[in-house]
């Protein structure tokens, strides 16, 4: 693949890494310094002109950070004379900002949508937005790809025969019922309201639990606080195992300490869209690669071949 080059930012050149591996290319190396000021400089370190470039980069901690990066990535992209430019965005931390719910409140998923487009970016690689709607906040191309049939594949070593995907709320209910189709299983879903950042309640779970061996399944594991609540009311209902999945593995505050020490919770599973940030010291945690489903969508946008043939979401 000649005509490409893959560039990565600071948030997570492993995932990078593995990705060119996949694509037999390698991986251009970037310079970022700092100056005295605390602004940044990005210097792109191998030729662009008329190449197909694709820069990687998770929206994670430091985010602002990472987000001024990847726009300084895509504006040097363009000034070497790019002939296209594809932001893989693993993780859209900003997706979460994604509807007017307060008075006099931004919208950050699509002010960073338009700061992306500004600064470049030609097209978008991202996988398992929050919600459907973040897809149209971008003036640009996206493909939305999702991680269902890397967690099903994973599960699918377990018995499954008394098995039912849990939804900790309405909203990623959609998901939930497409995962289960997948397994073969059951779905139910919780009734979930959210007061604060940190702060949820679930009353109850519609759907069949007691003697059941329950897969939690949401998109994100921030804080950890909405899937804390659901194992709670979970064992009131009688759940016989716990298992809990998840594409964007954020783990922030010790929530993945805290959710490790829950006994009753046998298995976390979820990708390395972003890199774990702190070591896992119960053995519990399992992660995994999404790289090989990332190197072959920038493969197929690279040679004008269809990505949802392969990523189509499953409930489509």
Do not use: W
Not at 94 to 119: E, H, M, N, Q, T
Not at 214 to 236: N, P, Q
């Amino acid at each position: 693949m000649p005509e490409i080059a893959v560039f990565s930012g600071s948030a997570h050149p492993g995932l990078a890494a593995e990705m060119c591996a996949h694509l037999g290319v390698p991986l251009s190396p970037v310079r970022i310094d700092r100056f005295a000021n605390d602004c940044l400089e990005v210097q792109l370190q191998a030729n662009c002109r008329e190449r197909d470039v694709f820069l990687v980069q998770p929206l994670v901690a430091p985010v602002q950070e990472h987000l001024v990066e990847l726009l300084m990535m895509c504006d040097a992209a363009r000034g070497a004379s790019a002939r296209r430019i594809t932001v893989v965005m693993p993780h859209y931390s900003y997706a979460r900002s994604d509807k007017k719910d307060a008075p006099r409140i931004s919208l950050g998923g699509r002010l960073v949508a338009d700061l992306l487009v500004a600064s470049g970016a030609s097209r978008v690689l991202a996988m398992t937005l929050h919600s459907p709607q973040v897809h149209g906040f971008f003036s640009v191309p996206v493909d939305h790809l999702h991680a269902l049939r890397e967690l099903a594949a994973h599960f699918r070593r377990h018995d499954l025969s008394r098995a039912t995907v849990v939804s900790p709320d309405l909203g990623n209910a959609k998901e939930a019922a497409a995962f289960a189709r997948l397994l073969g299983v059951r779905v139910a879903a919780g009734a979930k309201q959210r007061f604060s950042d940190d702060r949820v309640e679930i009353s109850t779970v519609i759907g069949d639990i007691e003697g059941r061996d329950v897969i939690v399944l949401d998109d994100e594991i921030a804080k950890g606080s909405t899937v804390l609540e659901l194992l709670r009311l979970l064992r009131e209902l009688g759940a016989r195992t716990i298992r809990v999945a998840c594409t964007h593995g954020l783990f922030a505050a010790g929530a993945l300490k805290r959710l490790s020490a829950e006994p009753d919770v046998l298995e976390i599973v979820c990708t390395n869209t972003v890199p774990v940030p702190v070591p896992d010291e119960s053995g519990k945690l399992r992660v995994l690669s999404i790289a090989p489903a990332l190197a072959e969508a920038v493969r197929r946008i690279h040679n004008g071949e269809s990505v949802s043939a392969l990523f189509d979401s499953p409930h489509a």
